[in-house]
């Protein structure tokens, strides 16, 4: 399946849209393949305005977005022009409804009736229970025993889960300058997807990939090097940069590519 341009209608196709926005920020079909986890066949091939290796329209629809948000577009036109040239309407299920044939009447449906037994066996384990609670109490005369306490609960709080790297995931805190501070002689860098998902690569000095993944919301990665850190950030909106003990901010503008370079002292960008 492909989409074409229509005479009346000058606008790119979906596929060279997110070809051209690819392009003009600088990253190849592997970097995009690596952030949306869209494999590089189907992104070719999207690209190219074949949707035949999607899987159906609904996987379609899912690519596109992906494929957007990695190269810096709004995915809902896209999605429009998509459904424009290809979307069909959804389905209307109806449920029929239940009939009886000897009455020729639509039956209705009787209230189901409480359930008075296992109501009743509640009411009885909650008897039992307050009696021997009272039983209980009253042999201790209504005082504690002797080296009781109260504890207090302890609250589980679930770790983030962040892509395995060599890099070093820390929880999304970002509440001063301390943070990121680096050792004397080396360049220290944390990013923190704070406003959304943010595809992000970073090498050492020595060129080195220390980590090519998505980063969710939340989620923050620090890296420590001797001599250079080097960044591409494909959502630079939504990632706070902290380097050499400094908030630096934003690293850019919401769907905006950026390429950094660190080294240790002032943060400045190479």
């Not at 896209?78 to 449920?95: C, K, N, W």
């Not at 704070?194 to 969710?216: M, P, V």
């Given at each position: 399946?492909?989409?074409?341009?229509?005479?009346?209608?000058?606008?790119?196709?979906?596929?060279?849209?997110?070809?051209?926005?690819?392009?003009?920020?600088?990253?190849?079909?592997?970097?995009?393949?690596?952030?949306?986890?869209?494999?590089?066949?189907?992104?070719?091939?999207?690209?190219?305005?074949?949707?035949?290796?999607?899987?159906?329209?609904?996987?379609?629809?899912?690519?596109?977005?992906?494929?957007?948000?990695?190269?810096?577009?709004?995915?809902?036109?896209?999605i429009?022009?998509?459904?424009?040239?290809?979307?069909?309407?959804?389905?209307?299920?109806?449920?029929?409804?239940?009939?009886?044939?000897?009455?020729?009447?639509?039956?209705?449906?009787?209230?189901?009736?409480?359930?008075?037994?296992?109501?009743?066996?509640?009411?009885?384990?909650?008897?039992?229970?307050?009696?021997?609670?009272?039983?209980?109490?009253?042999?201790?005369?209504?005082?504690?025993?002797?080296?009781?306490?109260?504890?207090?609960?302890?609250?589980?709080?679930?770790?983030?889960?962040?892509?395995?790297?060599?890099?070093?995931?820390?929880?999304?805190?970002?509440?001063?300058?301390?943070?990121?501070?680096?050792?004397?002689?080396?360049?220290?860098?944390?990013?923190?997807?704070?406003?959304g998902i943010?595809?992000?690569?970073?090498?050492?000095?020595?060129?080195?990939?220390?980590?090519?993944?998505?980063?969710?919301?939340?989620?923050?990665m620090?890296?420590?090097?001797?001599?250079?850190?080097?960044?591409?950030?494909?959502n630079?909106?939504?990632?706070?940069l902290?380097?050499?003990?400094?908030?630096?901010?934003?690293?850019?503008?919401?769907?905006?590519?950026?390429?950094?370079?660190?080294?240790?002292?002032?943060?400045?960008?190479?």
């Amino acid at each position: 399946m492909s989409i074409g341009n229509s005479p009346s209608d000058d606008r790119p196709s979906v596929g060279r849209a997110l070809a051209q926005a690819r392009v003009e920020s600088g990253l190849s079909v592997d970097e995009v393949s690596t952030a949306t986890r869209v494999r590089v066949p189907i992104v070719q091939a999207i690209e190219q305005d074949d949707f035949s290796r999607c899987g159906g329209d609904v996987y379609a629809r899912g690519h596109i977005r992906s494929l957007a948000r990695a190269v810096g577009l709004d995915p809902e036109p896209l999605i429009e022009r998509y459904d424009a040239e290809h979307g069909a309407p959804a389905a209307t299920v109806t449920v029929p409804p239940v009939y009886q044939a000897d009455r020729g009447k639509i039956r209705s449906t009787e209230p189901r009736r409480p359930n008075w037994t296992a109501a009743m066996v509640a009411a009885i384990v909650a008897v039992v229970g307050f009696v021997g609670y009272t039983a209980f109490s009253g042999g201790n005369n209504g005082k504690s025993t002797a080296g009781a306490s109260t504890t207090p609960s302890a609250t589980r709080t679930t770790p983030t889960h962040t892509p395995q790297s060599n890099g070093v995931p820390s929880p999304p805190q970002p509440t001063n300058s301390a943070i990121a501070a680096a050792p004397p002689g080396k360049v220290t860098v944390k990013v923190t997807a704070a406003g959304g998902i943010s595809w992000i690569q970073a090498t050492d000095s020595n060129g080195k990939q220390l980590y090519q993944d998505s980063l969710h919301k939340g989620q923050s990665m620090t890296w420590t090097d001797d001599k250079k850190i080097k960044l591409i950030i494909g959502n630079a909106g939504a990632v706070q940069l902290f380097v050499n003990g400094k908030d630096l901010g934003a690293a850019g503008n919401d769907g905006q590519v950026v390429r950094l370079t660190y080294t240790p002292g002032d943060p400045t960008q190479g």
